[in-house]
């Protein structure tokens, strides 16, 4: 895990946002500066792959937006297993 990734998880954990399906595995983050972005996932050879419609996602970055989508699409992939 890098370190960009290990930081994005901690802030995710400390800042409250709220997170809602849109379908399809995209996800609407809302932070608590009201920021919307677009979260979306795929499964490609086992591996989860994630984007996200901010500048840093834009940019391959993890940013806390994605680990608080995945933990969202976590739960639903397992629910709809
Ligand atoms: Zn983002």
Redo the contacts with the bound molecule.
Sequence with gaps: MTQNLINAIEKSNRIKMSVRYLGSRAYL?ITPAKHE?V?RFETQDGLRYGC??????SKGLA????PKAALVDTAIQTMSH
């Design positions: 983050v972005y979260v996200c419609s901010c500048r840093a996602g940013y806390y937006h994605l």
